[in-house]
């Protein structure tokens, strides 16, 4: 049975996403139309916004508290990479049909929980109707002192190239959710891999070590292979990435064994939400022992090349691997 | 005939969007994960967002300009009503499809041409495709003096109720898109009203009028009674609007004097995207001054009385008005 919730517009921001802005300056409880961020002396603000749209970003089965974690994650994920500190946020949400009020104290739990998770808070939103799939729009905001915010383009020729945490996950995660593999693994990997996907963990951790030592950064959403040859071609380097040092999960580990063809899947599927990093070989020590006291999980995968030697995955064996779809693209 | 674009996700941001983010500081030409913002010192950022949606906020025959235009100009008219300067914005948009060619440059000639008539320019932004309609949400970002931004709760007992511009041409041109009205008006006048729908003009005259003399404002954009009975909510007020004040242009005059039973599109349709701002007595003649100075069309239409006195909009007779729905809702 679904509960119509009450008073419209106004009342689904009142006691679903006020609750949220609650303690955030600026914000003033949503009712106002803006809000307002008073940046410190020194420090710039780091802006990034994705759009998640069921059916393309989610599957229709996904729950509100997952889908409003993983709209809130991805966003902050990018502030990671950058080294931004992540601060506040706006949510755009447009909604098919009126929701019914357990779905929507789940959505608004979901986004209380990944707020404290990410440490940022809601400043302000738009509530809309769809005739349409549900789709949910956030721009994170978060903070760098003047001139230290990491890009892309800073990766040199000879630079040692790493990542976060294990790669691969949330595209196997997909892939089980859509039927594909669920006799190689067992219950608990199972719900491990689609976890990944369903709920991506920003690197917080990465913060301070990207700020200190990268070179170049990114977050890995498109899938590491095709995110690689996007910092690369920034950063105006060719480079390689060795398959066989790429990071695995135990369970996309003992997936990828009985099924060697999943390697595509985990090196171009995307959705990782790991940072990728270019490091001087000077900074590698002083990175490497900093990563190791903050508990941050990274592995040294590839190199940056000149340009001419091009982008390059090399597979066990040594020998360059080809992809038909590199990346994740939408058109 | 339709051309694929070139490039997929890429190449529809390299051509079509990179150009509107050239000269923006901060945007690094999009080909970054985040956009970076260098407040001034002694300046306050003010963030607004908001979303359309293919047939809810635009028909499905609007060509690709004018819902550019209106989605900037929808966020930047909030911007204005508190007194920010435009600065950036992101923008995400989901397509439903792979655009053509011919479409997507018309998208961001719109873009184009709003950056210019607004002062601001693109940040960042996200591509994505949808199964469902076209969505288009956008993050705006306006600089205010610290302390400065002009909220909707700061009206008193007393003060004067201004808005600018005219009221209900948007509600008008969008009641004549559905086949309305069209004997009532000439081709011009159709024009006019239906142009208001689709090319809002944020009061960009108004921001230093609003800064300098407003105690509160908001825009009006979910209609005039209901917008103006959430800033007395927002002021702990009540009020009252003379329907007989409310400013008309002349296409709407002709129409409500054919047809008296458009009064209520007029008073709660909205979509005008004009500003009303609540204005003490003793600041009155320095703040009308200023408005003519600026050429900034505005119109006196009612005042602010103690919250016991309720919100009321009266009619040409003195007479309480009632509406069915006092404010345009999604639910």
Known sequence: MTKKPPHGETGIIRRYFSPLAEDTPGAFGLRDDAG?????????????????????????NYKPGD???????VNVSDLCAKGAEPSV?????ALSGTPDTEWLEQLSEGFAAAQTD????????DTVHTPGPLALSVTAAGFVPLGRMVHRSGARVGDQVYVTGTIGDAALGLALLNGAGADHLSGEQADFLSGRHKRPQP????????????????????????????????????????????????????????????????LTG?????VLMSISEENIIAFESDCAQAGL????????????????????GGKSLEFKHPSYDHF
Chains 1, 2 share one sequence.
């Not at 710039?44 to 229709?60: A, K, P, Q, S």
Request: hydrophobic fraction near 45%.
């Open 297 to 316: 999980q990274i592995k040294r995968i590839g190199c940056i090349a000149s340009r001419s030697e091009g982008v390059k995955a090399l597979d066990f």
């Open 89 to 93: 946020y706006l949510l755009s949400i």
């Open 203 to 266: 690197r917080l951790g990465a913060i301070p070590v990207v700020r200190a030592h990268a070179n170049a950064a990114m977050d890995i959403s498109d899938g590491l292979f095709g995110d690689f040859a996007k910092l690369c071609a920034a950063s105006n380097t060719g480079g390689a990435i060795n398959a066989a040092d790429v990071p695995l999960s135990d369970a996309a580990a003992r997936w990828l064994e009985q099924d060697p063809e999943r390697l595509g899947d985990i």
């Open 36 to 60: 307002l961020i008073s940046p410190q002396e020194g420090m710039e603000l780091v802006l990034t916004t994705d759009m998640i749209v069921e059916g393309v970003h989610f599957l229709e």
């Open 67 to 73: 889908i409003a974690y993983k709209a809130l994650g």
């Open 270 to 274: 995307g959705d990782d939400y790991e």
């Open 118 to 125: 990410f440490g940022c808070r809601l400043l302000g939103g």
